[in-house]
């Protein structure tokens, strides 16, 4: 356990000994008005750019350029089962198998495709259960979910919630939840990180939970993948969505990953809305034969991907590979323990971590609550070339990403916090 220290010569000494510390070099960094690096802690909201990434983009162009069609077999990467380099460096990272990770269509297109499977109402057993803080995107979703399906979405939607005066959601209550009304509950679906508090929940325990009362279980990691061990296999849960534009730094908007459970892998009896990508490799092209559902996360597919995102994807995962994950958390774990001690050490009663101070129960992510908040600490922030992020009502997330964040950055940001509260 190192003993943290306030001066700068401790964030100094901190970078040299980091065996992760040349990676930084390996990402863009956006530049300040003054021309010096930004304080970026922001990678939960979109990570930065491996230097690599144009590589392999144009790879692919170059590959449409000469090849046209023949791409699709011809290429370095042949195009027709490119999505195959992507899945075990992915499965890796999020604690899957292969066979139940698939990289496909965005995030929240994801969670509908899954839900179209997973969330299967019938009358006595028709409500969902969410965070009551979830992401927005994720709320509509379900809410749609339940109209789509003929009932009230007020009515069949529970809310978690963290109790009056507190942040952080409790097992408790949830239990409590599942004890009142479990046996209505058709689905489970909570946010393995949340985006706001930053709380990392424990999906093994909700997952069994849910499944004591009969309910399916999904998790929407997009702000786990990539920033905490999320183990998805073990969990149990029946499925996951996550983005690769945030921890994953695979670029704006880019594609999301799913995992689905390997007990659900041959399950051909289990609905879904299919297309010719969901159909077996070997007889796709037949084009007229008999449908020939794929086993495992793969037959969820609809179309064929888009090259150029993937191209991405690819890159980034290699510095992922190289990284390792495990190196990565036991920096992040220090990096935030550090933001953590820093800010605390401030001393200054007008901000407050909301995030759990436990280090098992949070990823990188610190999200800051400021009294009387407007959203001008933030503005003077940026102004300082701190790249953060505000969220309504009077919290600033900062994500010091172990990947291409320093120990310096960490105390470079608080020095600026200090002197924006003064
Ligand atoms: C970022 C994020 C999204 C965004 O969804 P897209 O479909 O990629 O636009 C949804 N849900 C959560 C929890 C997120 O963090």
Redesign the pocket.
Known sequence: MTTFQTHLEFALTQDKKDPLKDFRNQFFIPKHKDGSDSIYFCGNSLGLQPKHTSNYIQEELNDWASLGVEGHTQGEHPWLHYHEFLTEPMAKIVGAKPIEVVIMN????NLHLLMASFYKPSSKRYKILIEAD??P??KYAVESQLRHHGYDDKEGLLLWHSREGEELARYEDLEAILSDQGEEIALVMI?GVN?YTGQFFDLKRITKLGHDYGCMVGF?C??GAGNVDLQLHASGADFAIW?S??YLNSGP?SL?GVFVHERHAYNKELNRFTGWWSHNKQTRFKMRDEFDLMPGAEGWQLSNPPILSMAAIRSSLDVFESAGMTNLIEKSKKLTAYFQYLIEALDNSSIRIITPKDPTERGCQLSIQVKNADRSLHKQLMDMGVISDWREPDVIRCAPVPLYNSFEDVFQMVERLKKALN
């Open positions: 965005t995030l929240t297109a979830a992401f995107s994720d946010g985006y929407d997009a702000h983005c534009y945030k908007g999301s």
